[in-house]
Every structure is written in structure tokens, then in C-alpha cells.
């Protein structure tokens, strides 16, 4: 089995930074494409970042200049750094990554369970 764990957010005033982690553990033989979605209240999950394997990164406008993604190939894990934070930025944040198993031969989406950023006075 795969799994990916968040770890990193929580609660931060406006202007403030924090420091995502995803980590993808078990039968993993692969992994391509990671990212980080959000998802706020009564609203639909929405793609924040996503890396690829060579390292070229896409960013949704709402956080061009102020999040960034990276990643260690080696430790399968991915990164977002979040600064100048704002309060439309509260939301549950949830990793996804691109894994193939070993014995699968495909690439399969995988997500974690999320993580709650809240950026608040």
C-alpha cells in the first residue's frame, strides 16, 4: 500500500509563512507528478502546485510569487512553502502524487488526508 502524510499547517496571522510536507511511504516503485490542492469551506478542491520529477513546477495566479513548491526525490517527499499569507488562503490543504507501485506498472493518483491552514488575526 501507498501512503501520504501531511504535516505543517496550522494557524498563522495575515503576511505570516508556513512550511508544508508530504511524505509517500510504502510500495513505491515511481513517483511522477506531485502537488498540493486546497479545498475551503463550500467550495471545490482547486489546484494549488504540482512538480514534476525533473523539477518544473506550475502554480495556480492566486499564488504565483508567494508559494513554492519543491521536492526530494530521494525521500519522496514534496514541500510547498507558503508566505504573505492571506485570509482567502484558509483552507484544507491536501498533497497528491503520481505513484507506481511495484508489481503495478502504471501510475496511479494518491492523496493524503489533509492538512488545515487558517490565516487569521
Known amino acids: 500500500q501507498v501512503q501520504l502524510v501531511e504535516s505543517g499547517g496550522g494557524l498563522v496571522q495575515p503576511g505570516g509563512s508556513l512550511r508544508l510536507s508530504c511524505a509517500a511511504s510504502?510500495?513505491?516503485?515511481?513517483?511522477?507528478?506531485m502537488g498540493w490542492y486546497r479545498q475551503a469551506p463550500g467550495k471545490q478542491r482547486e489546484l494549488v502546485a504540482t512538480i514534476r520529477r525533473s523539477g518544473s513546477t506550475d502554480y495556480a495566479d492566486s499564488v504565483k510569487g508567494r508559494f513554492t513548491i519543491s521536492r526530494e526525490n530521494a525521500k519522496n517527499t514534496v514541500f510547498m512553502q507558503l508566505n504573505s499569507l492571506k485570509p482567502e488562503d484558509s483552507a484544507v490543504y491536501y498533497c497528491?502524487?503520481?505513484?507506481?507501485?511495484?508489481?503495478?506498472?502504471?501510475?496511479?493518483?494518491?492523496w493524503g488526508q489533509g492538512t488545515q491552514v487558517t490565516v487569521s488575526s
Open positions: 510504502g510500495s513505491i516503485f515511481s513517483i511522477n507528478t
Open positions: 497528491n502524487a503520481d505513484v507506481m507501485p511495484y508489481s503495478v506498472g502504471s501510475y496511479w493518483p494518491y
